[in-house]
């Protein structure tokens, strides 16, 4: 086993378990009911829009490669802003990355149980679901607490679990195609209607960032990253493009259809077939919830190293090397809004939070490629400040589709971060360094954990190694 960091925590996870969390975190549920919905607006003409969402993803992907080359401290998007534009918008981007996955989570929890219901109807209301979701919480911050090497391995088998069944559908489902349903012969869809189908699909291409938070955890982050990115996107984007093929080849009345995969499935494999692709879409959710529990935490972690929240929340376990109070703390936040049902107001903020902090690092690409003094980047994306600049245009786009009610309720959320803020620098602790010791030590000798803001840019083998490495180019 290898020592701990100067963050106490372990470097167990691999460059393969870096693409399964990438993986787990974009394909949760949604693809299971969005192949009926973006038919029903333009028809056929939805595999051209998940193209070019795949392709316009890929951009904000290619952004995220080269920035995380430069760290391997934990953080990701948290750290980007910080080092890039400064400690407060590197805490708002933080703050509300927290606040969108905690609610994501607490809303896949009940997604879970009303998938669940398939199989056990009592699960719908009541005690029993509010049993189910204790237990589902219970259970993964369990495997999240004694160490992240098992959390990958548990992330890593929930992705396997997820796309078996989808790629036994998409397998069978090319020997039962109907050629005449991609005929074009229909009227073309207005650019209103293909526009708000792109949008649409946008959101199920995302949440990718979640991999880059357990830099900290990574065995090596700058080299590894990159490329699980983008081959995390790339398969999900292959995946995306022939379910899509599938569901509008097998289905005949795709565009009324609730449960167009089950559909599809039921069509070539008979009723087992559904009840495989039903069970799918839990391991979907489930692994999509681990791995949210997983990266969450993380965050105000690293914060919290940096005198930001509490210095309690920066403790790591002695023995397992994890940040459990913030796990901890993250779990019974999720769990409380999940059993209470006040995530669906908090949720929508999660949209304008996800955009923001695209926007953050796609911008933090330039920004670093202008500065001397910047980490230096193991990776250099093609044609990276066209790249960002694209990727700015089409957040800016995305981020005027937004509705009020989002706008305001970020806009809360934003201010209650800055609230935070100013209440830990205005009555926050302060001590000598102290990464690493349990929550005990922490509390009993009144020391607070500390970094300075000065980035392990060269991983284990100092800031020399990080500058004389070769750098990644796409064609290696």
Not at 49 to 77: K, M, Q, W, Y
């Amino acid at each position: 086993m290898s020592e701990p960091t100067g963050e106490g925590l372990l470097r167990a996870i691999r460059r393969w378990d870096l693409v399964a969390l990438a993986i787990n975190a974009v394909i949760g549920a949604g693809i299971f009911g969005l192949p009926s919905e973006v038919f029903g607006r333009i028809g056929v003409y939805s595999l051209l829009a998940f193209v070019i969402c795949a392709a316009a993803v890929a951009l904000i992907v290619l952004c995220f490669a080269e920035v995380s080359s430069r760290f391997s401290d934990t953080g990701g998007p948290y750290l980007y802003a910080r080092e890039a534009f400064g400690p407060l918008i590197g805490f708002e981007v933080g703050w509300m990355m927290w606040v969108a996955r905690v609610t994501a989570f607490a809303a896949n929890a009940n997604l879970l149980v009303a998938y669940l219901t398939f199989f056990v109807p009592v699960a719908a209301a009541g005690a029993a679901r509010a049993a189910a979701i204790g237990l589902v919480v219970a259970a993964l911050t369990a495997a999240n607490l004694v160490g992240v090497r098992q959390a990958a391995i548990v992330s890593n088998v929930f992705t396997v679990a997820k796309l078996a069944p989808l790629a036994l559908l998409v397998l069978v489902g090319c020997f039962f195609l109907d050629p005449a349903a991609y005929s074009t012969a229909g009227p073309v869809p207005s650019f209103g209607d293909f526009s708000a189908s792109v949008l649409l699909l946008v959101y199920a291409f995302t949440a990718f960032e979640m991999a880059v938070v357990p830099s900290g955890e990574a065995r090596d982050p700058r080299a590894d990253l990159p490329r699980a990115l983008l081959l995390a996107i790339a398969v999900v984007a292959v995946f995306y493009i022939m379910i899509q093929v599938v569901a509008i080849g097998t289905v005949s009345d795709l565009a009324g259809a609730t449960r167009p995969l089950t559909d599809a499935a039921g069509s070539v494999m008979g009723p087992w077939g559904a009840a495989l692709v039903t069970a799918g879409a839990l391991v979907s959710i489930l692994g999509n919830l681990n791995v949210t529990l997983l990266v969450a935490p993380r965050l105000p972690f690293a914060m919290a190293r940096r005198r930001e929240l509490p210095g309690l929340l920066a403790a790591t376990h002695p023995r397992f090397h994890t940040p459990h109070a913030a796990i901890l703390v993250t779990a019974l936040v999720a769990l409380a809004l999940a059993l209470s049902g006040t995530f669906v107001y908090a949720a929508t903020i999660s949209v304008i939070a996800r955009l923001l902090i695209y926007a953050a690092t796609c911008a933090a690409l330039p920004a670093f490629r202008r500065r001397v003094d910047a980490p230096p980047a193991l990776f250099l994306a093609p044609a990276g400040v066209v790249a960002s600049a694209v990727s700015l245009a089409l957040i800016a786009w995305l981020l005027s589709t937004s509705t009020a009610t989002q706008a305001r309720d970020a806009a809360i959320a934003a201010a209650a971060g800055l609230l935070l803020y100013w209440g830990s620098h205005t009555f926050g602790a302060r001590g000598e360094p102290d990464v690493g010791r349990s929550a005990r030590q922490l509390v009993s000798s009144n020391e607070l954990p500390y970094d300075d803001g000065r980035l392990d840019h060269g991983h284990e083998r100092g800031a020399g190694a990080a500058l004389d490495a070769p750098r990644i180019r796409p064609d290696d």
